[in-house]
C-alpha cells in the first residue's frame, strides 16, 4: 500500500503543478493565484496523517520551488507546505470518514491563510519583500476565497482517490470475523467430534465392566 500512496501522490502532485503553472496561474485573476498544490496536500494528509502530509507537503512545494518560472529561493514554499501539510493531517478524523464538509472547509480557509502569511514571513528572512508591495492583507484575503471555492471541486476528489491506497478497516475486520468464525466452527466440531468419542469409549467402557461383573457372578 505505501507504493500505491506515493504513486497516487506524485501523479496528483505532478498534475497539479502542471495545471496551475499553464492554466492557474495565466488567468491573471485580481490578488493571489488559487493553489491547487496546497488542496493537493490537504487533501492527501486528511486521510494519510501528519506524516505522510509533511512529506507530500515538502515534495510538491520543493518542485514548485524548482519549476519555472520560479523566482525564489529553492525550499521556501517547500518548508510551507510541509508545515502546513503536517498540521492539516493532524485534523485526520480517527476513522478516516469526515462527518460534515465544515471542518475540511475551514481547515481549507486556515491553510491558505496561513501559508500565504507564512510564505511571507520566510521571504522576509530572506530579504524578499515582495508581498509588502502586492498587499500581504489582499492576498491572504484572496487566496482565501479562491481555495475555498475551488476545495469543494478538488478536494473529496483527491480523497476518494487516496482512499482507494488504503486498507478497508471494515473489510479487513469482517474477514476477521469470518476467519474468526471459521476457526470456531472447526474448533467447536473438534471439540465435538473428541466428547463424541470420549462418550464412545466411556459407554464400551461401562458395558464391558458390565459384563465382567456379569461372567463372575455367573461363576
Not at 486556515?110 to 507564512?118: E, N
Not at 475551488?150 to 473489510?171: C, G, K, Y
Not at 476467519?179 to 464412545?200: F, H, K, M, P, Y
Amino acid at each position: 500500500m505505501r507504493i500505491q500512496r506515493t504513486v497516487l501522490s506524485v501523479v496528483l502532485v505532478v498534475v497539479a503543478l502542471v495545471v496551475q503553472v499553464s492554466v492557474l496561474a495565466r488567468l491573471q485573476l485580481p490578488g493571489a493565484t488559487p493553489d491547487l498544490l496546497l488542496l493537493v496536500v490537504l487533501g492527501l494528509a486528511f486521510v494519510y496523517g501528519h506524516v505522510a502530509g509533511a512529506l507530500v507537503g515538502f515534495g510538491a512545494g520543493l518542485l514548485a520551488d524548482l519549476a519555472p518560472p520560479a523566482d525564489h529561493a529553492a525550499g521556501r514554499y517547500a518548508l510551507v507546505l510541509c508545515v502546513i501539510g503536517y498540521l492539516a493531517g493532524l485534523a485526520r478524523p480517527t476513522n478516516g470518514q469526515l462527518k460534515s464538509a465544515l471542518t475540511p472547509m475551514a481547515v481549507v480557509v486556515a491553510a491558505a491563510l496561513g501559508s500565504t502569511l507564512l510564505y511571507a514571513g520566510v521571504g522576509a528572512l530572506v530579504n524578499d519583500t515582495a508581498a509588502r508591495h502586492v498587499g500581504l492583507g489582499s492576498l491572504m484575503l484572496t487566496a482565501a476565497l479562491y481555495d475555498l471555492l475551488l476545495a469543494p471541486f478538488t478536494v473529496p476528489l483527491i480523497m476518494a482517490l487516496a482512499r482507494r491506497t488504503e486498507n478497508d478497516p471494515v473489510t479487513e475486520s469482517s474477514r476477521g470475523d469470518v476467519a474468526t468464525g471459521w476457526l470456531a466452527s472447526g474448533t467447536g466440531l473438534r471439540i465435538g467430534g473428541q466428547q463424541n468419542g470420549l462418550r464412545v469409549r466411556a459407554a464400551r467402557g461401562r458395558a464391558a465392566r458390565a459384563g465382567r461383573i456379569k461372567g463372575v457372578k455367573r461363576l
